[in-house]
């Protein structure tokens, strides 16, 4: 199955060749692989309990991450709630936003079983990256302390080594996820907020164009082709009865942004709700979505603007909690 796609990444199931691939390249890093995991996790993937995920760049296998569907042990046993195992990407394959994208993607899976999603992280300092990834992206501890296999540390008793059964448990709230299940039951929403794919660049300019009339349907749909190829730009639709009824529309921006102190900051470029469809909630959702997107990249602000004319725009900027930073009048003037 793909997951993500452009002109680089792919983000697909686990293969059985991967495995190899996976170990020698494991092994090259000074690590100690066993050909045997790899097999276990394609074996509970295909008996249902779980979901794998492989980055694959430039055609060669680059990452890769496990989906859980459940939780058997430890601190959200009984919880419902899916569990991120094992993210992985490959030494020389880093900091190309490939690990963005893994988790990106398995989020989304996981939103498909719960509203939370939750993981475990080394405390020694061979995970820091990790630790670090994971606060930018918004999860935060439980509140249980440090467990060493798979057993909570007790303040003043427990004796244990700091090696890789040494962990921090953490969750995170998903945007537009399922409601989370009670006695293992899903419970289904109206609709969802989701990341576009690469073939979604036609629905997305097609509510767009209803933002923005002055465009034609060429010009927005290529446009949107290049932003859903671009890693520092994001957009979201809203799902629902079967169609799409809005969409958000996000990015970094580099450059000083009104109001802000920090670099890059999100900026919410455009925000679009069917008219049938408001006063439901579904541009919150949509926002949300965009600003769990721009804190995944590293972003501690997220910003916007809007037309001095637009009295609808600005409402709805004060209700979910922008700030006003500015005001200012463009001029112009021929040569």
Known sequence: MIYYQDNELVIRSLEEADGPVFVEELTAQGWHPD???????????????????????????????????????????GKGWPMIVDFSVLEKYRRKGIGSRLMDAAEKAAAQYSDTVCLGVGLCDSYGSA????????????????????????????????????????????????????????????????????????TAAAL??????????????????????????AVFLYRKDGGTVGFAQCQLRHDYVEGTE??????L????????????????KLLAACEDWARAKGCTEFAS??????????????????????????????L
């Not at 295909?46 to 042990?73: C, F, M, N, R, W």
């Not at 296999?149 to 996820?177: M, R």
């Not at 920090?262 to 900026?267: F, L, N």
């Not at 455009?270 to 541009?283: F, L, S, T």
């Open 35 to 77: 050909i045997a995991d790899f097999q276990v996790r394609m074996k509970d993937e295909a008996e249902g309990k779980s979901i794998s995920l492989t980055a694959v760049y430039q055609g060669h296998p680059a990452g890769y991450v496990y989906l859980y569907k459940d939780v058997h042990g430890g601190p959200f046993k």
């Open 131 to 202: 630790q670090r990834m994971y606060v930018k992206r918004g999860y935060i501890p439980d509140g249980t302390g440090a467990w060493y296999h798979d057993v909570q540390c007790v303040q003043y008793e427990t004796v244990c080594t700091v090696d890789d059964d040494l962990v921090l448990f953490l969750y995170k709230k998903l945007p537009g996820a399922r409601p989370g299940r009670n006695g293992g039951k899903k419970q289904e929403t109206a609709g969802a907020a989701e990341q576009a794919a690469a073939g979604d660049a036609e």
């Open 208 to 233: 767009a164009l209803e933002l923005w009339p002055e465009h034609t349907p060429k010009e927005m749909i290529k446009e949107f082709e290049a932003l859903l190829a671009d890693d520092e730009a």
């Open 262 to 267: 920090t670099s890059p900051v999100g900026y």
């Open 269 to 284: 470029e455009g925000i679009y709700v069917k008219e049938a469809d408001r006063g439901q909630g579904i541009a919150r």
């Open 305 to 334: 603007d809007c037309e001095l004319t637009n009295i609808e725009s600005q409402g709805f900027h004060r209700a979910v909690g922008f700030e006003e930073a500015n005001r200012l009048v463009a001029y112009t003037r021929k």
